[in-house]
């Protein structure tokens, strides 16, 4: 089966007669890659080491390979902390929160939508943890501005 756009699961699912036969018919489309697996890849792609990830985007050593190793789950800042380090693009980061099983990101609430604006910019993690600090809003993964 191919991958299906998320607006037609939704019209099958409303038009399924119950759930279970939905699941059943969709549980091909209802797979997601798990995070340490789309990282991994990502990193291939870029031909990058996890090493250099994990130190740009400022997330301490042993952690940031226990999530490449998949021995922990990101949370949602973390998951952030890391698109800056692969330098993702935005539709790249929405890709790792929905990996991760975390929200998107939503230009309606605004410490996302200057996260957004950081990405779309190229910004490392330090420049948009001090666009988030001017702003008042809180900082990716806590902590403050040094």
């Not at 756009?5 to 099958?12: Q, Y």
């Not at 949370?75 to 929160?97: C, I, K, M, P």
């Not at 991760?100 to 230009?107: D, E, G, H, N, V």
Request: aromatic residues 8%; proline residues 3%; charged residues 30%.
């Amino acid at each position: 089966m191919s991958e299906q756009k998320t607006s037609t699961l939704f019209r099958l699912l409303f038009k399924a007669p119950n759930l279970e036969q939905f699941m059943e018919k969709s549980a091909e489309e209802m797979k997601l890659q798990s995070f340490c697996e789309y990282i991994t890849r990502l990193c291939k792609e870029q031909d990058e080491v996890p090493e250099h990830i994990i130190r740009r985007a400022n997330i301490e050593r042993s952690f940031g390979h226990q999530i490449f190793r998949g021995a922990r789950n990101p949370s949602r800042d973390t998951v952030l902390q890391l698109a800056f380090g692969f330098n993702a693009d935005v539709d790249t980061t929405q890709e790792l929160l929905k990996c991760a099983r975390m929200s998107a990101l939503y230009p309606r609430i605004k410490r996302d939508a200057a996260i957004i604006y950081c990405l779309h910019n190229r910004f490392t993690v330090m420049e948009a943890q001090r666009v988030l600090h001017e702003m008042e809003l809180p900082l990716i993964g806590g902590g403050e501005i040094k």
